[in-house]
């Protein structure tokens, strides 16, 4: 209960309305959100700092938004500071699996590659509603970004978390999925990929090094193109510059577009931390025939529709937005947390409807195109011949 209060003081400080709008207090449940511990425990540091107590939010106080540049904004700050890169296990591996990943002969045709569809300069994902796969079908969801999913270890992979593991993404990927046929009258068979793979030496001298005394096979391809996922970390963005103390690296629009992201329009509930994602799934109100998380936790309320959070790394690269591609650019989005969405039981308690005045949403999208690496991605290495 305490740390709720001091998520009350801070959304106080921060100019939320006093009382927050009545939709919320109809619906019978308090404002206060279930949200990260760092950041109350951030907050509580900050507010005892400035000599206020946790039992001020009983208070009927009127305070003014933090300034960008205020002490407290600098606590917060904190909480978005990058990690380093994750240490690569396996040089050898990786190298491969950067191969391995721009390969299309990998795929039943041999023309579709892993990249066809994450794209690095699009940060890892596409900017097209839908992918046409390997058969020429249309994916049934919009490419997902990649961008530093070697820190979500553990967390299910895709839209709706159908795999554990990004091995077992890729060996449904080849497999099964979008670079088999499977759905045609031509599948090919994932032997019949591991045998091409076998016969082009630079490739078995490859594996060689990399996995000594293990086989070329479906497990080993995922094995190294896993590997390699683990490096696409974040390319070095603005907002990055600013969190380490250059001031004048992002806007003064953006910096208010980045205290709004954490008090009033209540983001980093679900997109915090310096990678602006939660790795959960929430139902935020995108679509009513698409069950999402559901379809695999078919008893579970909160997850019927509930898709994961991306990562807003590097998010301006990649519109359109959702699993569905249902928002054309950054500033849709945010009208579409402003309405928040469909409502139904499965709704996030996090998403309500929020004011934004027109300056508002213009500094969430400064505050969001602050976060694109520069440079994001790479260049494709030469694959080997046969
Ligand atoms: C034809 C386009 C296409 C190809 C080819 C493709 N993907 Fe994807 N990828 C997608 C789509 C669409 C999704 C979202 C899937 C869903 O949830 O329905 C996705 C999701 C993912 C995810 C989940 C990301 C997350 O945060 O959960 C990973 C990882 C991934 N792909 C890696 C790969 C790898 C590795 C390959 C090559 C073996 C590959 N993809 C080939 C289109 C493609
Ligand atoms: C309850 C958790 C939650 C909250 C709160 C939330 N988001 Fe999201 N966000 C998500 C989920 C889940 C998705 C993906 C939904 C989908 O595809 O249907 C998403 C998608 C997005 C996307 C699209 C990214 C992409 O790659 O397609 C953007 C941009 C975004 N959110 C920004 C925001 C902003 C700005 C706010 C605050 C106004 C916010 N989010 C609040 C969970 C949340």
């Avoid at 996922?229 to 003064?252: C, K, L, N, Q, Y």
């Avoid at 980045?258 to 329009?265: E, Y």
């Avoid at 807003?312 to 591609?325: D, E, F, G, I, T």
Wanted: with cysteine.
């Amino acid at each position: 209960m305490e740390s709720q209060s001091v998520r009350e003081t801070a959304k106080l400080l921060a100019g939320m309305a006093v009382p927050m709008s009545g939709v919320e207090e109809n619906r019978g449940r308090p404002m206060l959100s279930t949200r990260a511990l760092p950041i109350r425990a951030a907050l509580l540091f900050v507010f005892t700092a400035a000599g206020l107590s946790v039992i001020t939010w009983t208070l009927p106080v009127q305070a003014q938004a933090p300034q960008p540049t205020s002490p407290d904004i600098r606590e917060l700050k904190a909480l978005y500071q990058r990690p380093p890169a994750r240490p690569i296990e396996n040089k050898a591996l990786v190298e491969l699996g950067r191969l391995l990943f721009w390969e299309p002969r990998i795929s039943a045709s041999g023309k579709t590659a892993c990249v066809t569809c994450h794209l690095p300069y699009l940060g890892w994902a596409t900017t097209d509603d839908r992918s046409r796969s390997d058969s020429g079908r249309r994916t049934s969801r919009k490419s997902q970004t990649l961008i530093g999913i070697g820190h979500a270890d553990g967390v299910p992979v895709g839209w709706d978390g159908r795999s554990a593991t990004l091995e077992a993404q890729i060996k449904s990927s080849v497999g099964t999925g979008s670079m088999s046929m499977h759905n045609t009258d031509t599948p090919v068979k994932v032997e019949v990929i591991e045998t091409r793979i076998r016969e082009i030496p630079q490739y078995v001298e490859k594996f060689n090094a990399a996995l000594p005394s293990t086989r070329i096979n479906i497990d080993s391809i995922a094995a190294a193109i896993a590997a390699y996922e683990r490096t696409m970390e974040p390319g070095p963005a603005p907002f990055d510059r600013w969190i380490a103390g250059d001031e004048v690296a992002i806007s003064e629009s953006a910096k208010r577009g980045f205290v709004l992201f954490n008090s009033k329009a209540n983001c980093e509930a679900c997109h915090s931390g310096w990678r602006l994602t939660n790795d959960s799934f929430h139902d935020i109100g995108t679509t009513t025939t698409d069950l999402g998380r559901g379809q695999q936790l078919k008893s579970v309320k909160a997850m019927q529709y509930a898709f994961k959070t991306p990562t807003l790394r590097s998010v301006a690269l990649r519109p359109p937005y959702m699993h569905n591609a249902s928002q054309m650019n950054l500033y849709d989005v945010v009208k579409h947390y402003e309405k928040g969405g469909i409502d139904r039981p499965s709704r996030s308690a996090e998403i309500f409807p929020l004011q934004l005045s027109e300056q508002d949403r213009f500094d969430l999208v400064a505050f969001m195109q602050t976060l694109t690496g520069m440079p994001e991605g790479e260049s494709a290495p030469t694959l080997p011949g046969r």
